[in-house]
């Protein structure tokens, strides 16, 4: 997959299934739009490639890559830009450690991930990865609002071809627990800056010494500062209080959290749920396990490795795990729980599929449970509560019937980035936290005890005007009933306020917006479309996040079909293809049985938008052709059931592929816009038909016995080119 240096569109090197699909997918994508012009180069955002680009020095001449996510940076401030974003990997500590060994057993001599850095190359290495975990990729990219929404086309599928969902019963004992006090929501602070400021934050202990966490931190006039914090103490008596509770209710304890996004606060909290769950081996054997090495902030998994040569520690975790509620599983099989790895429990992802699945999760025996629903901060524990709540009282969703909940997200210029960006800190010593502006006014004061999280976010003037008018263009587009979730009592969301409805009244539209608080919010959307109707959710960065798997998944049983496009401040488009994460479970199928299920519709999706997007922004008539074909094509995609199988021995991911170029290639021949694209394809469309049996043949062949990629975060190009193109039938038509 060559890096053409100036293509028309950027289409992203990632991890996982999405690049594995790649492999398969792109070459397709590059043939048909050279057709018209058109070139699509890549850029590597993958982890692998991020962590390369940050060690220029430690690497050979020819292993040396370019910082394509700094580049792609720059150019999304562009008009020009035109990006497809696949789904990366927002890395966990455990997953960057894995990357970083396996490019070390490649011959990469990167160094290792300190711990505790100690020596000053320790200290910079540790800054520079640090810069990698979590969400790094998407502050960077997002210089725009997010709109997603599910295609026409798949909407009118999922309509058509309703999923099965789990029955709720009025008893179910399915809860959501949060804290009611100590937590982010109600420590909560929020000012919006009258003038251009710069900031430090500093803790003074209790002895009066000062520590300045962070300085230099600069805002634009306009924008709109939060700072709080969650009591460690407060944290850890929630936890345990529900462990007890959930033990007397005979139901599944589980954590939904996520620590991959939330890179800084989640993890943390992780970690004291790990704690407390072992609280008495903890309170023995503490000391002994930390020089084992053990951080609970790892997770179970990585603790039970650290320890699985020490009996008596083991003899005591069993100890302790025989008086505790059975815990959600991730993988009952394999006796995976919810508390092994910090990434593998992700909020937007399990909360949902507990929710469709009627409220149950996976217990410890291969069954299905109630379960207590663990969100410690109660800012976005509502939304899941009353979701909860509703369906209780009402019963399943039925997609055969339901309506939709679009989303226009604040996201632009890293707002709202809770979690994921270098002012959130674990509170060293008692004292207070304040942030004083240059000026010497301090704009938020906390006292705080030593564990405590503090964290502060922002959102700028320029994006939230932006979001606002593009919840009235989408308004007025649909005609919907649109929703600003937005919680008066919340500092953050009443000084956003204050931005929305002027706005909405100066464009003389207040009439057509409702704001709630996002419980009350939730409620409305799933009345609105149990009727059959449809919804505008118009929220802030991390509710865009959950509300974006939450709807999905309920209405077409995954988020990977959304179509998510970022209308980018300065002009460019950047078209991501859904909200389906990496899927690491379709690599280890792959690896295992040469089967990909990875479903690329939402790349499919991504890039019919794109070449319009194209078309437009550079009067392109050959890319509108292309745009509105690559739509014929999802759709015959949808209506022959040619989206892939999980199971191996039936149709996957290369097979789907195989059928978009084909019912790509007839769409172009029979349109009757552009004479010449209709002449080159029509051979190709032929091509493709004659040797359906071939083709298909030689996919089904390929399956059935393990497949070698040369590496799970870093796969070797050619050996996973042949994995993901075994037909040379399609190859040589193809190429």
């Known amino acids: 997959m060559a890096n053409t240096s100036n293509p028309d569109i950027i289409y992203t090197k990632v991890d996982e299934a999405p690049e594995l699909a790649s492999a398969s997918l792109l070459p397709i994508i590059q043939r048909f739009a050279a057709a018209a012009g058109v070139s699509v180069g890549t850029k590597n955002i993958s982890l692998a490639g991020r962590i390369l680009a940050a060690f220029p020095e430690s690497l050979t001449e020819d292993q040396r890559i370019s910082d394509d996510l700094a580049e792609l940076g720059e150019l999304v401030k562009t008009p020009d830009a035109n990006v497809i974003k696949l789904p990366n990997i927002s890395a966990s500590v455990p997953q960057l450690v894995a990357a970083v060994k396996e490019l070390q057993d490649q011959g990469f001599a990167i160094p290792d991930y300190p711990y505790e850095p100690s020596s000053d190359a320790e200290k910079d290495a540790r800054a520079r990865y640090d810069a990698i975990k979590g969400s790094a990729v998407n502050p960077v990219l997002r210089e725009g609002n997010s709109d997603r929404r599910a295609a026409a086309a798949v909407k009118k599928f999922a309509q058509n071809n309703p999923h099965r969902m789990g029955d709720w019963s009025a008893d179910s004992k399915t809860r959501v627990a949060s804290m009611s006090g100590g937590d982010f929501f109600s420590n909560e602070t929020s000012a919006t800056l009258d003038k251009a400021a710069t900031a430090k934050i500093v803790l003074t202990a209790a002895d009066g010494s000062e520590t300045v966490l962070k300085d230099g ?214 004292g207070t936290v304040k942030m004083v502006l240059d000026d010497g006014t301090t704009l938020h004061e906390h006292s705080v005890q030593a564990g405590d999280i503090w964290r502060s976010a922002s959102a700028r003037k320029a994006p939230i005007e932006d979001w606002v008018n593009l919840a009235i263009e989408r308004q007025k587009a649909t005609g919907y009933r649109a929703i600003f979730w937005l919680d008066q009592a919340r500092a953050h969301d009443a000084e956003l306020i204050k931005y929305v409805k002027p706005i909405l009244e100066a464009k003389g539209v207040a009439d057509k917006f409702e704001i709630m608080s996002p419980r009350d919010a939730t409620r409305a959307s799933f009345e609105t479309i149990t009727r059959g109707e449809n919804t505008i959710a118009i929220t802030g960065n991390v509710l865009r996040d959950y509300l974006t798997d939450l709807f999905p998944i309920l209405e077409l049983a995954t988020s990977a079909k959304m179509l998510s496009i970022v209308k980018l401040m300065n002009g460019g488009g950047l078209f991501e293809t859904g909200a389906g994460g990496s899927a ?92 010449d694209l209709a002449q080159e394809f029509a051979p190709v469309a032929k091509a493709l038909a004659e040797n359906e049996a071939k083709i298909t043949g030689e996919l089904a062949a390929a399956q059935g016995k393990p497949a070698d990629i040369g590496g799970y975060y870093h796969p070797d190009a050619d050996k996973l080119a042949a994995v993901m193109r075994p037909s040379a039938t399609l190859n040589a038509i193809i190429d």
């Open 217 to 430: 931190v600069s805002y634009p006039a306009g924008t709109v500062v939060d700072a709080t914090y969650m009591s460690a103490q407060a944290l850890d008596a929630f936890l345990a209080d529900e462990i007890e509770k959930t033990k007397d209710e005979g139901v599944l304890f589980s954590l939904h959290m996520k620590a991959t996004m939330m890179k800084v606060s989640d993890p943390i909290i992780f970690g004291h749920a790990v704690r407390e769950w072992l609280k008495p081996v903890f309170e023995k054997y503490g000391d002994q396990m930390k020089d084992l090495g053990v951080n609970p902030n790892s997770g179970l998994g990585d603790l039970l490795e650290r320890v699985k040569d020490q009996p008596e520690i083991l003899k005591a975790i069993e100890e302790v795990r025989a008086t505790r509620p059975p815990m959600y599983m991730v993988d009952s099989d394999n006796g995976i729980t919810n508390l092994h790895v910090p990434s593998d429990v992700i909020i937007d992802a399990s909360m949902p599929a507990l929710i469709r699945a009627g409220g149950k999760g996976w217990g410890p025996d291969g069954k299905e449970h109630d379960a207590v629903c663990v969100i410690p901060d109660d800012s976005y524990a509502p939304v899941y509560d009353e979701a909860i709540k509703f369906f209780k009282a009402n019963g399943k969703l039925n997609p055969a019937t339901a309506g939709t909940v679009q989303n226009i997200g604040l996201m632009a210029q890293k707002a709202e980035e809770y979690g994921s960006h270098p002012t959130t800190f674990e509170i060293p010593a008692d």
């Open 584 to 675: 690491p479970k379709h690599v280890q199928q792959l690896q295992a049985e040469n089967h990909l299920r990875w479903d690329s519709l939402g790349e499919f999706c991504a890039l019919g938008e794109s070449f319009k997007f194209l078309a437009e922004a550079k009067g392109n008539a050959r890319a509108k052709v292309l745009g509105e074909t690559v739509e014929t094509a999802t759709q015959g995609i949808l209506d022959n059931g040619r989206s892939p199988s999980r199971k191996v021995g039936e149709p996957d991911n290369r097979d789907s592929h195989y059928w978009f170029a084909r019912y790509w290639a007839e769409a172009l021949a029979a349109q009757g816009d552009d004479a």
